[in-house]
């Protein structure tokens, strides 16, 4: 049970460049976020999705797309890479209703340059 | 809009003493649910407790304790007989029956010494 799957786990990219951020869940999960996390400011919602097809705005979505073809996979992308966007990338997944938690990939490390 | 609050950035406490980690959140729901999540160095989100808004009981996981107070809108933690190892960085969220989003508080980071 391989529960969420990020790749890659480190990048560096440089000033203008695009690249997509991969998530995979196999738990069938209807939800699936992304988190920017950067010191002192907690993790912050991208982007959300609350089924396939389905996807909505966060806290902090500038610069960044996501689409939801089917419920195993949440892509984020990069259109044009900004030094301001280095940081910790998580994806997260939950079942609908209240009392589940979301359940966290590992993470992706994020460098402008 | 619903908002987490977590106003310690830093807590040190000894070992085997007691914390409270302060949480406290806004929102226009009446049904939520009020998520505790630890972040150790190895940067994982490790699930600890969870509250429902309608729970009538504060929520215990082994150590782990939330005391809910629904009027004054607080959720904050309780550890009892800390550990070297709850060194970490500890989050408050929230989900709304709503938009079922999860939204994160800035954290504190939690030293315990030795």
């Known amino acids: 049970n391989a529960g969420v799957t990020q790749t890659p786990k480190f990048q560096v990219l440089k000033t203008g460049q695009s690249m997509t951020l991969q998530c995979a869940q196999d738990?069938?999960?209807?939800?699936m976020s992304w988190y920017r996390q950067d010191p002192g400011m907690g993790l912050r919602l991208i982007h959300y999705?609350?089924?396939?097809?389905?996807?909505d705005q966060g806290e902090v979505p500038n610069g960044y797309n996501v689409s939801r073809s089917t419920t195993e996979d949440f892509p984020l992308r990069l259109l044009s890479a900004a030094p301001s966007q280095t940081s910790v990338y998580f994806c997260?997944?939950?079942?609908?209703?209240?009392?589940?938690?979301?359940?966290f990939g590992s993470g992706t490390r994020l460098t402008v340059v | 809009a619903q908002k987490i609050t977590q106003t310690q950035p830093g807590m040190f406490v000894q070992e085997k003493e007691a914390v409270t980690l302060d949480c406290t959140y806004d929102?226009?729901?009446?049904?939520?649910?009020l998520f505790w999540y630890k972040q150790p160095s190895s940067g994982e989100m490790i699930f600890l407790i969870y509250?429902?808004?309608?729970?009538?009981q504060n929520a215990t996981e082994g150590r782990y304790s939330l005391n809910f107070q629904k009027a004054r809108k607080s959720a904050n933690l309780v550890i009892s007989a800390s550990q070297l190892g709850d060194s970490a960085m500890y989050f408050c969220?929230?989900?709304?029956?709503?938009?079922?989003?999860?939204?994160f508080g800035q954290g504190t980071r939690l030293t315990i010494n030795p």
């Open positions: 969220a929230m989900r709304e029956w709503g938009a079922q989003k999860l939204v």
């Open positions: 997260a997944s939950s079942y609908g209703g209240l009392n589940y938690g979301y359940t």
């Open positions: 999705s609350v089924g396939a097809g389905i996807t």
């Open positions: 509250q429902g808004s309608y729970d009538e």
């Open positions: 929102t226009s729901d009446q049904s939520y649910g």
């Open positions: 738990m069938n999960h209807e939800y």
